[in-house]
T-cell receptor, first 117, second 113 residues
């Protein structure tokens, strides 16, 4: 159980275009989903917290107009990188929270590799 | 903000050896988690710890939640080649709607057959 998928797994786009990444919890409902960015040989950096039916909460330094997040249902969140530039090239990973009374364990998707040319 | 110090940064060991890595925090966490990440993949949860002093095993993996709630360690016994990867500790404070994870910088494990 607790499977999270991401689509696409890899995407190459031209500078100035927008790219949408989907994150789905396949066998559980996730009230909260998280979006991370990871550079090579670095740790995961939280970009934003996405709650179903409400606006996402962005971490300091993350441009909300640049990285649009929509959490339309309890099993789907999307991240859109708008007007992508080469510096946006990175590994984007989502996670979905499976809540308990004690804590909310996060299960991660397989990641999306974005390359902006 | 909260910071996690994870060590060692990397390890090179022979197959069959035991491995130990740890994380310390500048402040308290309610939950400690250990993840493993293979190249080009997302992190996979290995062990979750919810109580100070808790010692939990998952096969050849053992992790402990420090009494002070500011540290945790992960041990891997009798390492095998498929243990290769990056191991991340993560601290979490639950309560309200805040379930954010704070990650350590990772330990890169290489196992020589």
């Amino acid at each position: 159980g607790a499977v999270v998928s991401q689509h696409p797994s890899r995407v190459i786009c031209k500078s100035g275009t927008s790219v949408k990444i989907e994150c789905r919890s396949l066998d559980f409902q996730a009230t909260t989903m998280f979006w991370y960015r990871q550079f090579p040989k670095k740790s995961l950096m939280l970009m934003a917290t996405s709650n179903e039916g409400s606006k996402a909460t962005y971490e300091q330094g993350v441009e909300k107009d640049k990285f649009l997040i929509n959490h339309a249902s309890l099993t789907l969140s999307t991240l859109t990188v708008t007007s992508a530039h080469p510096e946006d090239s990175s590994f984007y990973i989502c996670s979905a929270g499976a809540g308990t009374t004690i804590s909310e364990t996060q299960y991660f998707g397989p990641g999306t590799r974005l390359l902006v040319l | 903000g909260q910071q996690l110090n994870q060590s060692p940064q990397s390890m090179f060991i022979q197959e069959g050896e035991d491995v130990s890595m740890n994380c310390t925090s500048s402040s308290i966490f309610n939950t400690w988690l250990w993840y493993k990440q293979d190249p080009g993949e997302g992190p996979v949860l290995l062990i979750a710890l919810y109580k100070a002093g808790e010692l939990t095993s998952n096969g050849r993996l053992t992790a402990q939640f420090g009494i002070t709630r500011k540290d945790s360690f992960l041990n891997i016994s009798a390492s095998i080649p498929s243990d290769v990867g990056i191991y991340f500790c993560a601290g979490q404070n639950s309560g309200g709607s805040n379930y954010k994870l704070t990650f350590g910088k990772g330990t890169l494990l290489t196992v020589n057959p």
